[in-house]
């Protein structure tokens, strides 16, 4: 099972929008509503901050969004913030016996 | 707020049996959900080791499911990795979660992660 596929870094200024794609196959992000993304600063654990593709925990800035469309995954933030900085990781439910396949992680700079 | 923390040794050699365990505080493991473990390699991305249904069943990786053991002890409220014949493959930050459900993919609590390193 291949890990899923995102760009290795994406910057913004404060203040833009920016978007990280999660680019996987019909047997894991385009066959289920699974998809479920993932903050995490240096040194820390990482953060749920959407799960069933769009949900929000209750907590996670309004600023950020996700959404899927066929077989990629996507997580929009708005009004990027220097708190923003930090590395993204998707993540999806796969039908291969691995059950979960993750993504390859993002690195975001606030320029 | 459930709270997660592991332990266990940070230095393993190679060959031997790494064991780490979740302490679980402010929610009873025994009562729902899944829980997991999850490794990150220095410098690298996620990957999921298994997780332990709060009624015994477990589920692995199939890339270390020959290697990994996952058990729960409700009465102490806390569940454990046991990961066999290490190598310095294995060398990577371990975090213990809280997996809503097997399906979904949703890790909502974590602990803080303790890294382990297989050096002989």
């Known amino acids: 099972q291949s890990a899923l596929t995102q760009p290795a870094s994406v910057s913004g200024s404060p203040g833009q929008s920016i978007t990280i794609s999660c680019t996987g196959t019909?047997?894991?992000?385009?066959?289920?509503?699974?998809v479920s993304w993932y903050q995490q600063h240096p040194g820390k654990a990482p953060k749920l901050m959407f799960y069933d593709v769009s949900n929000r925990p209750s907590g996670v800035s309004n600023r950020f969004s996700a959404s899927k469309s066929g077989t990629t995954a996507s997580l929009t933030i708005s009004g990027l913030q220097a708190e923003d900085e930090a590395d993204y990781f998707c993540t999806s439910y796969t039908s291969s016996s691995t059950l979960r396949v993750f993504g390859t992680g993002t690195k975001v700079t606030v320029l | 707020q459930v709270q997660l923390q592991e332990s266990g040794p940070g230095l393993v050699k190679p060959s031997e049996t790494l064991s780490l365990t979740c302490a679980v505080s402010d929610y009873s493991i025994g009562s729902a959900y899944y829980w997991g473990w999850i490794r990150q390699p220095p410098g690298k991305g996620l990957e999921w080791i298994g997780s332990?249904?709060?009624?015994?069943?477990?589920y692995y990786n199939p890339s270390l499911k020959s290697r990994v053991t996952i058990s729960i002890d409700t009465s102490k409220n806390q569940f454990s990795l046991n990961l066999s014949s290490v190598t310095a493959a294995d060398t990577a930050v371990y975090y213990c979660a809280r997996d809503y459900d097997i399906l979904t993919v949703r890790f909502d609590y974590w602990g803080q992660g303790t890294l382990v390193t297989v050096s002989s």
């Open positions: 019909s047997s894991d992000v385009g066959g289920y509503n699974y």
């Open positions: 332990i249904y709060h009624s015994g069943s477990t």
